[in-house]
């Protein structure tokens, strides 16, 4: 979690014989009040003793609810007044973190933001904290904006000096907005409080991050701007909660614009950063603010999830709707939605006590990068670093000095007795310390994140998940230079831990990923033009890491490992080949069925037959929209579902789900079409057995390989390649070798389903056909 350095403006001319130390310093009025120490994340106590900072404090936080009126504005004083400063940047070694050359440090800074009318200068205070209260901001970064754009943020520091660092407007609205009209508001502020140009500090701060906000006294999310109807969704969201009788409610009491408006405030972007399922999950009170309305997190976390059990209601009221042109999904799907996620994976990640404290981590590391897809770092890193904190099987996510330090350096050598099965069955066990390492190519951090995922589940299904960013593309010399410009200011529009220093993302740009790491491309939901979550890709066949849906490789002992040579990543992994493929039938684009598949599925609806068990099974994958095995009457939906397609013709399921009149079928549909979106049909070659199997980012062909790998929950598609050379040992072939001058590997063309192979027949097949098991080498 990197983000650009602070932006500083250019040093003016001081008057002759002075120095920064000597400029005025903002008058002290009021009354000064010896804090009571305590020990807590980010106090500095033990070396710097009590402090007095009345004149900067801020009270107990009083803002509450939306109600229809503007939030509190808080305690109220008389305001204080600025001397004259010269403009000079802020040096952050006024307020050091550090002590020599110590690498960690529990110390934070907090920024004392001065009160003031929305329209006058941001002036504050920016030092070590020692035992006060503050609240922690949390935002979105967004495009860059000119350094002409920026605005100033004036720094009063203890020595009577001031300096400037300058921020983006989004931010600056937030502090101004926040801020109290007469009184100190206090907050801590990434972009601010952290210094963006110490590698170090930042490695250092990212695993504090999470208690930075649990212990802040309130969070403060803000969304932006408000839009015209932005109190109406509010109004609705605050409201909702309290009601009974939802079917009454949505039909009579509601009306369109409402419910756009709440939608509208769930597509901020805000929601869709992943950084935030930690600022949420950890915080003891949050409020949402929206130009000068507010909400609490409560409410609208509550409204959310109101909305979701509502969904089929509120599209009934829309689909009637002549304003809207009768739309059958105007909104998308709600569960789909970023807000939607956040709300009911704040409610499954976290368990807390009546005060909002965090009592107990409830999922594993694998589980939530799995479940977090939706949620957007631009600093690929962040991918595995914004969610450490979280992790139940991840203690410790330290900071470290070692700029080539990997997961692998900081754990133990095994005693030289000990064999590498019992070596590796006590580290699976063992907590690890995740090394925060923005240096290291996110090809490292990927490896490292899957060979820790693995040996503590056991299980491979995670070269099968889409969760890695889209790989970096090589960038020009003259974008690398804008980059490196444009990315150098404090409080860019969003979090100030999104970006990633610009040089080392271009240097560490050109490796590719291997096959067995999947991008996030190829996510069953994608945002649309209008930021409508809509299908786009099947669901995996894997599924979550806490509920497998099938066992393909059965209990058999899992063996990989993941490697590297001198020019690429690999997995050595033990499985055996099942079959090869052998009709592959045109994709579901779209979820549409193509007329191939019937014919393919011996299926010929003219003789008004039931579905062959095989096909019916196969286009639903064996199982229920909650991965349960798939109920009997499916047969029969599936008959009556196709039964009007017209020969010759392809089946438009989103169609059919309009014209066909009944919620079962409609459901059956749904299911079809999670399923095969995208997928092609295939038979294998030999034994003719039906399946489904993957159209990108790498179609299935014939003559790829089914195989059983032992750790895979479901059976994969491998595709052979043979490399020639000359026979010299360069140190770049040691691999497995079919012959002089040959080198054989496999590429993953993906998971795919096997009609009869998905619950450890397989294994039973290998046995009868007498097959022996092999390690693939996969790139």
Known sequence: MVCPQPTTPPRQNLKRGQSPNQLPSPSAGGSRKRLKSRASVGSDSDTEGPVDYQDFLVSKYQGGGFSGRERSEGPQSKPEEHGADVEVPYDYNSAPLFSGADNKSNKIRILVVHGGPPSSPLECNLKIRHEEDYEALSYVWGQDVPEDEKERIRIHSQDGSTSVLLITPNLAKALKQLRYPNQARVFWVDAVCMNQADHREKDNQVPLMAKIYSMAKNVCVWLGDPAKDTPLGLNLARTIRYLRNYNTFVEKYTDLASWEALVDLMKRNWFGRRWVVQEIAMAKTATLHCGKWELTWSEFSDAVSLFQEMEDRVRRKFKVSEEHNFPNNYFGHVKAFRASRLVENVNQLIQKDESGMVMRKLATLEGLVSNLTSFQSSEPHDTVYAVLSLANDIPNSEPSSNSKATVDTIRQTPLPDMSATVYRAIQAMKPVNYPVNYKLPFDIVARDFLNIVTKKSNCLDMILRPWAPEPPVQRQNR?????????????????AMDKIEPANRIAKSSHPYPSWIRSLRYLPYVPDRNGHFVRANADTLVGPPDKKVYSASGKYPAKWEFGRDSTRWTLKAKGFPLEEVGDVMDPAIAGVVPDSWFECGD?????????????????????????????????????????????????????????INSQIVEAYLD???SVIWGRRLIRTKENGWLGLAANKPRAVEPGDVVCILFGCS?????????????GKDDGKHDDKHEGDGVSVWYELIGECYIHGMMNGDALRFRTDAKIKDVEFEIR
């Not at 349960?628 to 397609?645: I, N, T």
């Not at 479901?714 to 000359?726: A, F, G, N, Q, S």
């Open 479 to 495: 974008n690398a230079r804008h980059m490196i410009k444009s990315s150098c200011s404090a409080g860019h529009v969003g979090h």
């Open 603 to 659: 299926w010929f609806l003219e003789d008004n037959e039931m579905p062959p068990q095989d096909f019916w099974r196969t286009i639903v994958a064996d199982r229920d929209a909650k991965g349960e095995k798939c109920p009997s009457w499916y047969a029969q939906a599936c008959k009556v579902a196709f039964e009007e397609k017209s020969r010759g013709g392809d089946a438009a399921i989103t169609q059919m789900k309009n014209s």
């Open 671 to 673: 299911r079809v079409q």
């Open 714 to 726: 479901v059976p994969v598609i491998l595709r052979k390649h043979e490399d020639k050379y000359d």
